[in-house]
């Protein structure tokens, strides 16, 4: 919740984390799956609820992943940021914790990780040094802060956190 000092963001932004065409893929997959167990279900003459119960284990996990969106939000003297539902509350980062603001125009080399969540060619993973969120987009940023993990968000609107980040530090 923003202070009440502070209601209206410089800048705002949802994105989802999951691209329409992973989420596709995943149900087109799926979709043989569940039809070989109804064949077997009718088969071998097996009550209904199992196909039912299959559906809802192939295609419910769908949902919640489809739900997965970062939401961030500049305020006058705060950055506020959040996956949703992953993260129960904002992460909140103070713009004067923010040493430096660097814009980025190569997309970060993936690592192998076990900090690490993909999300077909997007991903999130946090290590000693950053917390990186890279998602689509062609640019992105970095807030380095001292003392702390360093931010990396990689969306389309990057460039315009950047400015409205830089105008809210002068």
Do not use: C
């Amino acid at each position: 919740m923003p202070p009440a000092h502070d209601t209206t963001p410089r800048y705002e932004t949802t994105i989802p984390l999951v691209s329409r065409g992973l989420t596709l893929f995943l149900v087109v997959t799926s979709l043989p799956v569940l039809g070989l167990i109804a064949f077997l279900t009718a088969t071998e003459n097996d009550p209904w609820w199992v196909v039912a119960l299959a559906a809802l284990l192939l295609f419910g996990p769908l949902f919640v992943v489809g739900q997965l969106r970062l939401h961030v939000e500049l305020f006058e003297n705060e950055l506020r940021y959040r996956v949703r539902p992953w993260h129960r509350r904002d992460r909140v980062l103070a713009v004067d914790d923010v040493a430096r603001v660097e814009r980025l125009f190569q997309r970060p080399r993936s690592k192998v990780t076990l900090r690490r969540v993909n999300l077909g060619r997007d991903w999130i993973d946090w290590n000693g040094d950053e917390v990186r969120y890279v998602l689509s987009g062609d640019s992105g940023l970095r807030l380095e802060r001292d003392g702390d993990r360093d931010l990396v968000f990689w969306f389309e609107a990057a460039d315009e956190l950047a400015r409205a980040l830089e105008d809210a530090r002068d």
